[in-house]
């Protein structure tokens, strides 16, 4: 037990020096990472916190460290062949219990409903509000150049977000546009044959949704006219069908979020 204070005083003195050593001569600003790296590792320190709450509705509620006054070991032991039901419903048997495990759900809830509806709109009114702010600059002919001129242009750009067939890769447009396109063909071969139960479905009804499937094709083959045009294929390849469009920007992909990062 002696011989154990001089070897914690110079670990002591030795872990000083180092860490001193380390903070001065190690850890210092690089000039090749930027505040990304900061930013990515403050997002990971909710699924620590996540870890923590998890693992409190076992550690607060082992009844070997808080022991209620009718505890016995075989309250917290598990038997043999015990089902898990069992098993978790003899651990959370009182309030105590419960209440670590309603907490964790109670902030999960919370967690889930602020990432699915509450920073969503955040975001949406932002950008809209960054577009706006861009647009103003625009109007004023403020002279800009360089990488400001890009960030204006991006922010001004069209966005698309509220539409999914814009952000699909070329591949999974063209199964969607074959899909679309036979879906129609069908559809409307039955309704020019008539061969459908008029009791179920009436005449007008199914013009209606024939028109839909119809205008469900056009939207696709806008989608594609709007990426052939940013490769500028599309005065070359006007005439073309749609399914060599789709052959051309398929060898072209890479060129499409090149020239717009919100296609």
Same mark, same amino acid.
């Given at each position: ?117 509450i920073q969503p709109c955040c975001n949406l009114c932002k950008k809209c509000g960054e577009r706006k702010r861009a ?13 400001? %001129?890009? $960030? /204006?242009? @991006?922010?001004?750009? &069209? ?6 067939? =814009? ?77 060599? %469009?789709? $052959? /051309?920007? @398929?060898?072209?992909? &890479? ?6 990062? =919100?296609?």
């Open positions: 037990m002696p011989l154990m204070y001089p070897l914690g005083i110079i670990f002591f003195i030795l872990n000083f020096y180092v860490e001193k050593l380390l903070f001065c001569r190690f850890y210092r600003k690089t000039f090749e990472f930027d505040e990304s790296l900061p930013f990515h590792a403050v997002k990971l320190m909710k699924w620590a916190v996540f870890i923590h709450m998890l693992m409190n509705c076992f550690m607060f509620t082992d009844k070997r460290l808080m022991v209620p006054k009718d505890y016995t070991t075989e309250m917290h032991y598990r038997p043999l062949l015990e089902a898990p039901d069992r098993f978790f419903a003899r651990r959370y048997d009182d309030l105590h219990s419960r209440s670590v495990v309603y907490v964790f759900l109670g902030v999960v809830v919370l967690y889930l409903f602020y990432r699915t509806c647009l103003n600059f625009q109007d004023k002919k403020i002279e800009s150049s360089g990488r400001d %001129k890009d $960030a /204006v242009a @991006e922010m001004i750009a &069209e966005d698309f977000s509220d539409d999914i067939v =814009k952000e699909l890769n070329i591949k999974f447009l063209r199964t969607l546009y074959i899909r679309c396109h036979k879906e129609y063909e069908l559809f409307r071969t039955m309704v020019n044959a008539i061969s459908y139960d008029q009791e179920k479905l009436s005449d007008a009804d199914a013009n209606t949704f024939k028109k839909r499937l119809k205008q469900r094709v056009r939207h696709v083959e806008d989608t594609i006219d709007v990426h052939l045009n940013l490769i500028g294929g599309l005065e070359t390849f006007m005439d073309r069908t749609y399914m060599y %469009k789709l $052959a /051309v920007l @398929e060898e072209n992909e &890479e060129k499409i979020p090149m020239k717009d990062k =919100k296609s």
